[in-house]
């Protein structure tokens, strides 16, 4: 059965020849985000309007640009003052543990994990409801005693916590499973680590 009508598909197609954007199509339909880029994302967009279309997207990029920009005014400031230490701790942490596209890191080391909280709600200033925890334990793991030290090392509710089991029969390598930290909306926090990583690797490449 179709969701959306043959009439609306068509008038989909025949609005983004002429330059409608994504987001635009959204609101002026009412067709989630997903649907539009799979009817639209193979539709030529009439030269005329084209121009005008990527107009609209050098907004995105514009931002985008500029918080990356900032980002790396941020980070010098931080690595040329009295919190260069902590700095250059969290950037090497992340670097080590971190991912690339998403500010997530995961360890089973409570220490580190402590030490980069620390300096996230100390120095980076997150606020405490954009943190998110997700506990991942093993068969033969006592659960409580998992989410206990988790609770205790991170000062995060137990409630709070995601869990995930991975049961494959076997105890795993660590006692008190694997934590990782997740900072909701971080997109600007990520830009601000990444930066203060590739400040700090030309620091040590230039001596």
Not at 2 to 22: P, V, W
Not at 72 to 101: H, S
Not at 116 to 124: D, E, P, Q
Request: glycine share 8%; proline share 3%.
């Amino acid at each position: 059965m179709r969701i959306h009508s043959i009439d609306k598909i068509k008038e989909l197609k025949k609005l983004r020849k002429r330059g409608y954007s994504i987001n635009e199509l959204v609101l002026k339909l009412s067709i989630p985000k997903t649907t539009v880029w799979h009817h639209i994302h193979n539709v030529p967009i009439s030269p005329k309007y084209a121009l005008i279309l990527r107009s609209k997207c050098g907004g995105n990029s514009n931002r985008k640009q500029k918080n990356w920009e900032e980002a790396r005014k941020l980070a010098n400031e931080l690595l040329c003052g009295p919190q260069r230490e902590f700095a250059i701790i969290v950037a090497m942490l992340y670097w080590g543990e971190g991912t690339k596209k998403v500010c997530e890191f995961v360890n089973s080391d409570g220490k580190m994990i402590k030490c980069y909280l620390g300096i996230l709600r100390n120095v980076f200033n997150i606020p405490e409801e954009f943190i998110s925890p997700t506990l991942r334990i093993f068969s033969g793991m006592d659960r409580k005693e998992c989410i206990d030290y988790w609770s205790d090392i991170t000062g995060i509710p137990k409630q709070s916590f995601i869990i995930r089991l991975n049961d494959g029969g076997i105890r795993g390598r660590t006692k008190y499973g694997m934590c990782r930290i997740i900072i909701r909306k971080g997109s600007n926090t990520l830009k601000l680590i990444h930066s203060l990583i590739e400040q700090i690797f030309k620091e040590m490449t230039k001596k």
